[in-house]
């Protein structure tokens, strides 16, 4: 919002906006080369088997040659927004900032179009950096309704998400995992406005959301580990282009080869 060339300074640019000035001359500090590579290996490697902790991928790291430690993986991973799967302890309550819910699909045969939703986050790299990506998929086509870029894993881009996916109607079901963006009070509140039962994946079962883990891993192995992305843009063209395919010529065989476009719109 602030601009190199108006009648007004800098700061009183700044004063206006109400923000300190040491905010607008900051600049963060990327992370290395070296650790831009670690962060693929570890996506690779946690794609290929979730249950994968820091000590497990940092000893396969070692075997690939890299010389890291623990610590290191376990910031990395926490940056990347991924933690092993294991069985957790149970809490009898949860804190009142964000709300919990039960996990609605067991046993549940999901029958058609509209019938359930499924949203989760990914970790995308790029050459010179990182980004998250989140997606909205019908769990009967598999079709990608909505989808949003960011550089942080703020709520907001979900909430765009949300309301894009919502422009084609609205599920029975929307299921997501208990991160900390789907239990904000916002993105809860579209959802219950909506009249839509949230469903929640149990606390590390990312089996819970099978579906769209398969397309993260269709996505990464078919769109994203075959090239580097330049900047957020380039990233955004790209993945664009190939949800554009993934939904309307790439052939399912668990859809009888058919694309996911021709089944949601078959009703």
Known sequence: MVETFSELSISQQINLLGIARSTYYYKPILESDLNLELMKVIDQLYLKD???GRRRITKEL??????????????????????????????????????????????????????????????IPMGKGYIYLVAVLDLFSRYVLSWKLSNNLESDFCLQALN???????????????????????????????????????????????????????????????????????????????IDRYNSKRLHSSLDYLTPQEVYHAA
Not at 180 to 200: A, R
């Open 50 to 52: 979730p249950c994968c």
């Open 62 to 123: 070692r075997r690939l040659g890299y010389d890291v430690n623990e610590k290191r993986i376990a910031r990395l991973m926490k940056i990347m927004g991924i933690e092993a799967i294991y069985p957790k302890p149970k809490k009898a309550f949860w804190g009142s900032q964000h709300r919990k819910f039960s996990y609605l699909l067991r046993n549940v045969k999901i029958s058609s179009q509209n019938h359930v939703w499924g949203a989760d986050i990914t970790y």
């Open 164 to 242: 894009g996916a919502l422009a084609f109607g609205k599920p029975r079901i929307f299921n997501t995992d208990q991160g900390v963006q789907f239990t904000s009070h916002k993105f809860i509140n579209i959802l219950e406005k909506e009249d839509i039962s949230i469903s929640m994946s149990g606390k590390g079962r990312c089996w819970d959301n099978i579906f769209v883990e398969r397309f993260w891993r269709t996505l990464k192995y078919e769109e994203v580990y075959i090239k580097s992305y330049e900047d957020f843009f380039d990233a955004q063209q790209n993945i664009e282009q190939y």
